[in-house]
């Protein structure tokens, strides 16, 4: 493509196209199905959206399965989107780089995207996609809200397209196989499975009135979906994920592979029925609005529950002042993981690949190793037409993404409560109490009081497994989706 050819579809959409679009994002016309050309005799065509952080890491999975081409680069940020370019050429690899992912939706020679922007754009591109006739990988959490994973499961539905979530956890037999050791009764019945997330988090920094977005940025299409308001932290990039208007806070981010590991190992394939959120984001004071310290409780009704627990500070006040990324707590030997607790044992998963059984005495007694290449899952299900070989179904993804949604919203309909509140409501039951008792030790180890507040005891929620809508509670229902800017909604109709 010529320098003219580039700039040209670069310019803003001809009214005929904004006219398509409009009325896709709103509903109202559903995009004309476009098959994608791929045959088993040819290559897979691929355009990766969003290429800072993770989109990096699609571009290196792509490249190196056989069969599959990079046809495009997408990204809002004409630096990096530059940047990746040449380092592709200087592979031998051209693509097409675009600002808009619109333009590649209408490419009839581009087969999947693969997803890797911020949070509160995953939903509608991979809807759009849909509609267009493209397959998706689709980065974790696949949704900013509840609402909007549901959807994207509709769309895949009708449309017949391919959607896997990214996390590729499900892709590893190592841990599917401790899941099986655990759910087969060796280790008898399971009474709780705990996601961990204690990974660190230091402060963004407090600025003290608007920013100016880099000048590299196309700032109103970076904003799309979400409220389209003044930068009010230092960072645009990657900072997005401590704002609800953009982000999920830590259990949505890196959260959200244990919270799916979690539910995998509890065997649940619905929504839970009730949530409660403690947690706050305490420590310092910066520009950043979801927690850094978090418990959050899922009941299914009858059998085990599902805790998950969020840690951004360290060990204690003085290791603030030394290593901060490496002093973090763990549990049971896992920081970054899942602990399936048994009656008589229970089971470790510390990382990615990795399951560990060990008896009530802690002794090991059985390991799983191992994990297949996620991209090529969702290029082998691509090509076989076939949503059962896919590890990570969009369902699957729409479900632990929702988990995530709904502890945050119980948050944010709570209130900063004092200590003696937090300790009262926490002995709703013994996996909470002491939850918050280990909690209320690590936030001392750091000096933060939790009578000072700044801590929130959330509200209970009620859901519908079936209907997924919060039951007897406006507050949480309107929480359930978000107000979208005009030309960025996420269809209310698939």
């Not at 990382?351 to 991209?375: K, L, M, N, P, W």
């Not at 502890?407 to 109490?433: I, K, T, Y």
Request: proline share 5%; net charge negative; charged share 25%.
């Amino acid at each position: 493509m010529s320098e003219h050819d580039r700039n040209a579809a670069n310019r803003p959409l001809p009214p005929t196209r904004r006219t398509f679009v409009g009325g896709c994002a709103l509903g109202l016309a559903a995009a004309p199905l476009r098959l994608p050309r791929w045959a088993p005799h040819r290559e897979l065509r691929v355009a990766v959206v969003g290429v800072r952080g993770r989109g990096r890491d699609h571009i290196g999975g792509f490249l190196r399965l056989d069969g599959v081409r990079i046809a495009a680069l997408v990204d809002v940020d004409a630096a990096p989107l530059a940047e990746q370019a040449k380092k592709l050429a200087e592979k031998g690899v051209e693509v097409d780089a675009y600002a808009d992912v619109r333009r590649v939706l209408d490419r009839d020679d581009i087969d999947a995207i693969s997803v890797a922007t911020p949070n509160h754009w995953h939903a509608l591109q991979a809807i759009w996609a849909c509609q267009a006739g493209k397959d998706v990988y689709l980065e974790k959490p696949v949704s900013h809200n509840v609402f909007e994973g549901g959807q994207v499961v509709a769309a895949a539905r009708k449309y017949g397209r391919i959607v896997q979530t990214g996390t590729q956890c499900r892709s590893s037999h190592g841990i599917a196989e401790g899941i099986a050791f655990a759910q087969s009764g060796k280790l008898g019945q399971i009474t709780l499975a705990r996601g961990l997330c204690y990974k660190p988090r230091q402060s963004i920094g407090k600025v003290e009135g608007p920013q100016q977005p880099p000048q590299s940025v196309d700032y109103d299409l970076w904003c799309g979906p979400a409220p389209k308001g003044p930068l009010r932290r230092k960072h645009l990039h990657y900072d997005w994920h401590w704002d609800f208007a953009t982000g999920n806070g830590d259990v949505g981010n890196q959260g959200i592979h244990q919270m799916d590991i979690a539910r995998w190992a509890l065997g649940r394939s619905t929504l839970p029925t009730r949530t409660l959120s403690i947690g706050g984001r305490v420590g310092y004071d910066d520009d950043g609005d979801t927690p850094n310290t978090q418990i959050v409780y899922h009941e299914f009704g009858e059998g085990a529950p599902l805790l998950f627990e969020v840690r951004g500070l360290p060990r204690s006040k003085e290791a603030q002042q030394k290593d901060w990324g490496k002093s973090m707590d763990d549990y049971l030997g896992a920081r970054i993981g899942v602990i399936v607790h048994c009656e008589r044992g229970y089971l470790r998963i510390p990382d990615y690949s990795r399951a560990i059984a060990f008896d009530q005495d802690d002794q090991e007694v059985a390991r799983f190793e191992g994990a297949t290449d996620h991209f090529q899952n969702f290029v082998d299900a691509v090509r076989s037409r076939k949503v059962e070989d896919l590890h990570a179904d969009i369902r699957e993804g729409h479900l632990s993404s929702a988990m995530c949604h709904m502890g945050n919203v119980s948050h944010l309909l709570g209130e900063v409560a004092d200590h003696d509140a937090l300790q009262a409501a926490a002995r709703a039951n013994a996996h909470l109490a002491d939850a918050f008792l280990r909690l209320d030790m690590h936030l001392r180890a750091n000096e933060v009081d939790l009578s000072a507040g700044g801590v929130r005891l959330g509200r209970w929620l009620r859901m519908d497994p079936q209907t997924e809508h919060f039951v007897g509670d406006a507050d949480a229902e309107q929480l359930r989706t978000r107000v979208y800017r005009e030309g960025f909604e996420v269809p209310e109709q698939i």
